[in-house]
């Protein structure tokens, strides 16, 4: 008699199959309603393929809808095979390589076959329309085992030289999987090599949730040696509702763009003279020096002490704590050159000295908790820097002020007892949740866990995760409410990190604060302090930042804002503008008494027509102007528009210099 296979489901329930039976057949066995919805299965914890057999006792979840990430992740892998499979039907001999999943959608990298030029923005509509024909012919996915010798070949006699060397390269002893769109072997049957899972069939995607969005040169395996390759990137999901909600905010993202936003505000601007790095404009430096004295006052409420540490350090230095070894390649770095004693006009570099410039401040602040004794009646000491980094970042890589090369963080360090680290961390959680409360944000806090290359004992990991778990308790955050999550092998090489994960206005989120609890810096450069036993001990580093740099909080705020910055963080917090001439001299003593008040305000004198003065200023998103004609004049009063608001108020002008006042009073000084 054969055996059958145990099913348990999570609900409690076990259900006995027959060998050979797939999920497919429990979905079924449980009700037509659930085997029409199922799109995958979870067995034993691995996501598989609806109709793959089980080859063992076995614990099952079925994937449906509802189960969003995953169904996204499967419909979005499957929305890349059937891009992949259009292309190839529409212009036979075009080369595929590799299709993932992305965060809102996919890609594929293909070349063109020779007798056409690259794909363009031109071939998508195309595209678009064979892949519903695709997904509409329902056809099944069906995945089979094969060997490398067997894919070699068939890639070859197809002319796919780049699946055909990425085969050769698999290991003999792994199971290699395709897939096939169609039934195997049947006429206008597709195949890729794919270790799944997939849907059941290309009829379980909807054909009008997708859209491909844009084409990009790649290549081939990210070598810009080899060959050239275009990537078509689409974005796809389970229903035209979604599509559409996420192509409103990419249209919303857009207007909110920071970089156009920064060049009508006349913020800042990049030209190629400094890649990577920002020129700071006079309105742009106002927003970045309020944030800057708004951070200095949280700091120096929660008693840290600001220091200030080189720009560039010796490589012996980035050698001791371990940065050399794992950020090399992202340094600038710079011989060290001496005077040639032979001629004194020239330097020469001594070959195996060299300086680095910062990527980051922790080493340097190391080296000022050094300086002296420490002792443990000393604890915690705090030591914060608005620190300038350099990182190498690739140029393809850098975006606005969201990605450059040189930054300034809201950086601090603080050195405590191991007994002191939950409390300073919880301290830190408190602080944190106060600066994004200001601003308006609402946030998530994640922990990222040990990395599967780090320093440090697996006890000291243990103990470094459960302080980061034990404060965020004691904050009473560890809940649905802020998002707590685990990350798995997310954390620094030396650390594990709790991080910030804002959410903006239209719904994305962006990483910002974090802070980590780390034993191996300390221990790499040396650090002690004297105990009350006398002896030296090692102190807790914790490393920490809420903004994390200001380049890229800016970058945020922008767009979280749409440029309609709070009052407070306005580069002009408001415009006087006459409607005639004979109100210019009233307009001037106006902005004379506002200037008197604290108010970043300007005028407008200029022999325009009113309507034209408040289009522009709106341009500006200025948040207030005060409109003065020769009635204000007389009355001593002012008309205010406030940037969104339909209506105009009228003021005396003693009411609206307090109002503005208070508007532009940072939220941290206000009663």
């Known amino acids: 008699m054969t055996e059958l296979v145990q099913i348990s489901l999570p609900d409690g329930s076990k259900r006995a199959m027959e060998p050979g039976s797939t999920p497919g057949d429990v979905a079924a066995a449980i009700g037509p309603g659930l085997a029409k919805a199922a799109l995958a299965a979870r067995v034993n914890g691995e996501v598989r393929d609806l109709n793959r057999p089980f080859d063992c006792d076995s614990e099952l979840e079925l994937i449906t809808a509802r189960d969003e990430d995953d169904a996204l992740e499967l419909a979005r892998h499957d929305y890349a095979h059937v891009l992949a499979e259009a292309v190839q039907s529409l212009w036979p001999g075009t080369q595929i390589t590799f299709g993932p999943a992305t965060d809102d959608g ?157 060049r009508e505000m006349d913020l800042f601007h990049l030209q190629e003279e400094a890649h990577g790095s920002v020129f700071w404009h006079p309105n742009g430096y106002k927003i970045w020096r309020e944030l800057e004295a708004y951070m200095r006052r949280k700091m120096d409420g929660a008693e840290y002490r600001e220091i200030k540490t080189p720009q560039v350090m010796d490589a012996r230095q980035w050698e001791q704590s371990g940065h050399w070894g794992k950020y090399r390649e992202n340094m600038f770095v710079i011989p060290d050159e001496t005077p040639n004693t032979e001629d004194e006009g020239e330097l020469v570099s001594k070959d195996a000295d060299w300086m680095a410039l910062k990527p980051m401040n922790c080493p340097a602040h190391v080296l000022v908790f050094k300086q002296g004794i420490t002792s443990y009646r000393d604890l915690p000491i705090r030591l914060g820097e608005m620190g300038c980094c350099h990182r190498n970042e690739p140029h393809g890589a850098l975006h606005g002020l969201m990605r450059v090369r040189q930054f300034t963080q809201d950086d601090a360090h603080i050195f405590c007892t191991e007994k002191q680290v939950v409390e300073e961390v919880r301290s830190f959680i408190e602080l944190a949740d106060s600066v994004y409360k200001d601003f308006g944000f609402t946030y998530a806090i994640k922990l990222a866990l040990r990395p599967e290359q780090r320093f440090g004992s697996d006890s000291d990991w243990d103990k470094a995760e459960q302080e980061m778990r034990d404060a965020v308790a004691e904050a009473g955050m560890m809940n649905e409410e802020y998002g707590w999550e685990e990350l798995p092998g997310e954390g620094a090489f030396y650390a594990p990190k709790l991080e910030w994960h804002l959410t903006d206005a239209i719904g994305r989120t962006w990483q910002v604060g974090t802070i980590q609890g780390d034993r191996v810096l300390p221990e790499r450069l040396d650090a002690t302090y004297i105990g009350e036993d006398g002896d030296k001990h090692r102190p807790v580093m914790l490393h920490r930042a809420i903004f994390g740099s200001y380049e890229r909080f800016i970058g945020i705020l922008i767009e979280h804002f749409a440029g309609r910055l709070p009052v407070w963080l306005a580069p002009v917090q408001a415009v006087v503008a006459t409607i005639t001439s004979d109100a210019d001299g009233y307009g001037e003593d106006v902005i004379a008494k506002l200037k008197a008040a604290g108010i970043r305000v300007e005028g407008d004198l200029r022999n325009e027509k009113i309507n034209y003065k408040v289009r522009e200023h709106s341009l500006a998103k200025v948040p207030h102007m005060l409109v003065v004609g020769k009635r204000e004049a007389e009355e001593g009063t002012v008309a205010m528009r406030t940037l969104g608001e339909k209506e105009q108020k009228f003021l005396s002008l003693d009411e609206a210099i307090a109002f503005l006042k208070s508007e532009a009073t940072p939220p941290d000084l206000r009663d």
């Open 106 to 262: 996919f890609y594929y990298d293909v070349k063109a076959p020779d007798n056409r030029p690259p794909f363009s923005m031109d071939d998508l509509p195309q595209i678009e329309e064979r892949m519903r024909e695709i997904i509409k012919a329902d056809k099944p996915l069906v995945r089979e085992a094969w060997s490398r010798e067997q894919l070699i070949e068939k890639w070859e006699a197809e002319g796919e030289s780049f699946k055909a060397e990425w085969a050769k390269e698999l290991p003999e002893d792994e199971e290699l999987t395709v897939y096939w769109s169609g039934e195997p072997n049947s006429d206008g049957a597709w195949l890729d090599m794919c270790r799944g899972p997939h849907l059941p069939s290309t009829g379980r995607l909807d054909p009008q949730a997708f859209k491909l969005m844009r084409v990009a040169g790649a290549y081939w395996r990210g070598d810009q040696n080899n060959a050239q390759l275009t990537r078509i990137y689409g974005t796809g999901w389970l229903n035209k509702k979604q599509l559409n909600a996420h192509l409103t905010r990419l249209e919303e993202a857009a207007k909110r763009d920071h970089r156009k936003l920064g």
